[in-house]
C-alpha cells in the first residue's frame, strides 16, 4: 500500500505532461495543411480555452461592455451584421468587420496593415487602437493585467495556459490565448470543399474563374494582396494602404478579403 502511494503522485504528474506536450489536433480534412503557428505560441488545450473565454466576455473593454464576439459575431461566420460598429467611448468605427473562418491561415490581416502579420500582432489593434477606438484599452494595460489577475478563473486558466512563466498575467499571454483560439476558427465543409456542387453553382465557378479569382484566389479565396477596386479619391475618410505607407500610389487599396463563408457576412 505504502508503494502505491508514492507511485501514484509520480503517474500524475506524467500524466499533466502528457496532456501539455505538443500534438495539438487539428481535425482537418485530408491534405489540408495545419496554419503556421509561431514557436513560442504552440496549440495547447489551456491555450484555446482561455482564449475562448477572452474572445467572449467582455473583460478586455475600458468599460466591460464590448467582447471581440460582439462585432465578431459566430452565427455570421465571425463578421458583424452591421456595416460598422462603434468602440465604447461612443465614436463610429470605420470599416466592417471581417469573418475570422480559417483566419490562422491568412497574413497580413485585416484590410490595410501590412504589419499585421499574425494573429498575436493583430490583438493589440481592437483592444489598444485609437483610431478608430474599439475596445478603449489605450494606456490602460497595467489595468487590464490587474483586472484579469483579481479573477480566480482567469489566474487558474493562465497557470494551465502559461505554465513557464509559472501562469504569468500579461498582454502577451491574452494576446497568444486569442490567437491560438482564433486558429480553430476553421472552415472546411462547403459544397465547393466536398466537390458536390450542383450545376448552378459549377456555372457560377467558371465566371468567379474568369472576372474575380485574379485576386479572390486559393483556398480561402484572397491573394492576401492590396488592391484598388475604386479610384482613389483623396478626399475619402478611408485611404486603406496610405494611411499605414503613406505612398501615394496606395491610397485606396486594400487586402483581398477572404471569401469565406461569404454567404454569412454581409454586409
Ligand atoms: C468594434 C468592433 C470590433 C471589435 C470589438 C473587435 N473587432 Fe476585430 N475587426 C473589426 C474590424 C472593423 C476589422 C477590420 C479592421 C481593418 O481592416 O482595419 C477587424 C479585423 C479583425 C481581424 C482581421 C481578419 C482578417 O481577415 O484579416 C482579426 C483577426 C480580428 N479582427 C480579431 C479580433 C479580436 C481577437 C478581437 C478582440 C480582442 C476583435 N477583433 C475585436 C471589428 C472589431
Ligand atoms: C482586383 C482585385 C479584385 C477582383 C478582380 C475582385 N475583387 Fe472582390 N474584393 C477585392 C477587394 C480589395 C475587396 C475589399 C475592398 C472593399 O470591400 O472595398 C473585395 C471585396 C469583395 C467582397 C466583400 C467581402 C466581404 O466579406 O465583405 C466580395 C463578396 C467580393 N469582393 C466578391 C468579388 C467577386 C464576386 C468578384 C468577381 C466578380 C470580385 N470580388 C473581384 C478585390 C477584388
Request: hydrophobic share 40%.
Amino acid at each position: 500500500m505504502k508503494a502505491a502511494r508514492i507511485i501514484l503522485p509520480v503517474i500524475a504528474a506524467l500524466c499533466l505532461v502528457a496532456a501539455s506536450a505538443p500534438g495539438w489536433r487539428w481535425a482537418l480534412p485530408e491534405g489540408v495543411a495545419p496554419p503556421a503557428v509561431p514557436a513560442d505560441n504552440p496549440m495547447t488545450q489551456a491555450r484555446v480555452e482561455l482564449g475562448r473565454r477572452l474572445f467572449y466576455y467582455a473583460d478586455l473593454s475600458a468599460d466591460g461592455t464590448l467582447s471581440c464576439a460582439n462585432c465578431h459575431v459566430q452565427r455570421h461566420a465571425f463578421a458583424d451584421s452591421v456595416a460598422t460598429r462603434g468602440g465604447v467611448d461612443g465614436s463610429s468605427g470605420r470599416r466592417n468587420a471581417p469573418g475570422l473562418a480559417n483566419v490562422g491561415w491568412l497574413t497580413p490581416l485585416t484590410f490595410a496593415d501590412p504589419g499585421a502579420t499574425t494573429l498575436e500582432v493583430q490583438a493589440v489593434t481592437p483592444v489598444f487602437g485609437t483610431h478608430p477606438v474599439e475596445m478603449g484599452m489605450a494606456g490602460r494595460e497595467g489595468e487590464l493585467v490587474a483586472r484579469l489577475a483579481r479573477d480566480r478563473c482567469y489566474r487558474s486558466q493562465f497557470a494551465r495556459a502559461f505554465p513557464a512563466s509559472g501562469g504569468r498575467i500579461d498582454f502577451t499571454g491574452v494576446a497568444r490565448a486569442l490567437a491560438a483560439f482564433q486558429r480553430t476558427l476553421v472552415s472546411y465543409g462547403s459544397a465547393y470543399d466536398k466537390g458536390r456542387m450542383t450545376a448552378e453553382q459549377r456555372a457560377g465557378q467558371a465566371l468567379f474563374q474568369r472576372d474575380c479569382a485574379a485576386c479572390h484566389s486559393g483556398p480561402h479565396f484572397t491573394d492576401l494582396a492590396f488592391h484598388r477596386i475604386a479610384a482613389a479619391d483623396p478626399a475619402a475618410s478611408d485611404q486603406g494602404l496610405f494611411e499605414k505607407s503613406v505612398r501615394e500610389a496606395d491610397r485606396g487599396r486594400f487586402r483581398t478579403p477572404s471569401l469565406r463563408n461569404a454567404a454569412l457576412t454581409a454586409p
